[in-house]
């Protein structure tokens, strides 16, 4: 029998990790374990686990994950699940969840997509360079903010394409 920690993954530990970190990001944004306990099948020690880097082999299970990201109203783990494949997620016109015309839903996901900007320029600066993969995940990630902010531009009812006046709001 092969140890489990000898067994070639196609994911890294890098990418197992930022989903990990996704999973926490989004238990703290549900009211953490022992609130998002009671619309899941996971009680809190265990949710805990799947959000922390101590336990690197503990992961949420998908239906968990569904559960997680329908009650934080944005699809906070499935996003890093994509992105970790190379892949960005767009909400399609008319979906379900939190209405793109509600201005405190946009400007949530505008503040998570900011923080997401900044953690993937500041890995990807790290090692003092930043190579054509790195630029690449960098606008994957600027377009997703970019994204959020004409979602809430949307919401107001402003054209983006029309600078604000007086009077506009």
Not at 40 to 57: F, G, N
Not at 138 to 159: N, P, Y
Request: charged content about 20%.
């Amino acid at each position: 029998m092969t140890d489990q920690n000898t067994m070639p993954r196609a994911s890294t530990q890098h990418q197992r990790l930022a989903v990990m970190a996704a999973v926490r990001h989004g238990l703290a944004q549900a009211g953490g374990g022992d609130s998002f306990c009671h619309v899941t099948r996971v009680q809190p020690p265990v949710l805990s686990k799947y959000a922390s880097a101590q336990y690197p082999d503990n992961h949420m299970p998908i239906d968990v994950v569904l559960d997680l990201d329908l009650d934080c109203g944005a699809p906070i783990c499935t996003r890093a699940l994509a992105a970790a494949q190379g892949y960005d997620l767009v909400l399609r016109d008319g979906a379900a969840g939190k209405s793109p015309s509600d201005p405190l839903a946009c400007l949530s996901a505008i503040a998570k997509e900011h923080a997401d900007v900044i953690s993937v320029v500041i890995d990807c600066a790290a090692d003092g360079q930043i190579s054509e993969a790195d630029r690449a995940q960098i606008m994957r990630q600027a377009l997703e903010l970019q994204s959020a902010t004409d979602r809430l531009i949307k919401a107001l009812g402003v054209e983006s394409s029309k600078p604000l006046g007086a009077g506009r709001l």
